[in-house]
């Protein structure tokens, strides 16, 4: 070290260079190594931020997919204007045209009819069937005969007249009475009949019930 009018020279030898040397050199590398590991974490923890948010959206995707949404249908009606004819208003502006309301509005929907389920027909009055060799009384009640697979309504059992006279009064009653044979040669089976539908029976017997016929019973052919 050399000192020239207050100014100082400094001498450094080989060994001070080098010394400094190696010194900068580990400097560097030691900074060196530091910016690696901070930036090899760094871009670890990023890949793993990108890789949770892909993942979660994802499953969000996979879970719940959006559906298409139907557009509305657009249901306001054009308004139109009502032209109305024009008026000598003596030189004033006239006064703007009303707009008329949309007419779907006030219109009520039409009414669905209500389907009427067709009435049951009451089964026709049979005719009396004349039995060849039958007997018939003065009064021209004949043996009828039962048909087969109807059902019929048994009022009463009883000998002739009583029979005859029997059928006669339920016929003016507008029931449809015959006078059928019976397993004992003395008596006559007077019926109501025949029924093929169990809602025609039925109101066959409230109406004999309504006309005091009671205790009646019911048979099928």
Request: with cysteine.
């Amino acid at each position: 070290m050399q000192d020239n009018d207050g100014e100082r020279e400094l001498v450094l030898g080989n060994k001070q260079l080098l010394t400094i040397f190696f010194a900068a050199t580990l400097l560097c590398g030691v900074f060196f190594a530091v910016g690696y590991v901070v930036g090899g974490n760094s871009a670890k923890a990023g890949a793993n931020t990108t890789a949770a948010s892909t993942d979660s959206t994802t499953a969000s995707t996979d879970g719940k997919r959006e559906e298409p949404t139907a557009p509305a249908p657009d249901t306001a009606a054009p308004t139109t204007i009502a032209s109305a004819p024009p008026a000598d208003t003596g030189g004033l502006p006239s006064a703007e045209p009303r707009i008329r309301d949309n007419p779907s509005s006030s219109t009520p929907a039409p009414s669905t009819p209500v389907p009427v389920p067709p009435p049951v027909a009451a089964a026709p009055a049979p005719q009396p069937v004349k039995t060849p060799g039958a007997p018939t009384s003065s009064s021209g009640v004949f043996i009828s005969v039962p048909e087969q697979g109807a059902s019929y309504v048994q009022v009463s059992a009883t000998s002739r007249p009583s029979a005859d006279s029997l059928v006669k009064i339920l016929r003016e009653a507008n029931m449809p009475a015959i006078l059928a044979a019976s397993s004992k040669p003395d008596l006559f089976e007077v019926m109501v009949g025949p029924y093929r539908v169990p809602l025609s029976l039925a109101d066959a017997k409230r109406k004999l019930t309504d006309l005091g016929y009671n205790g009646t019973i019911t048979r099928k052919f």
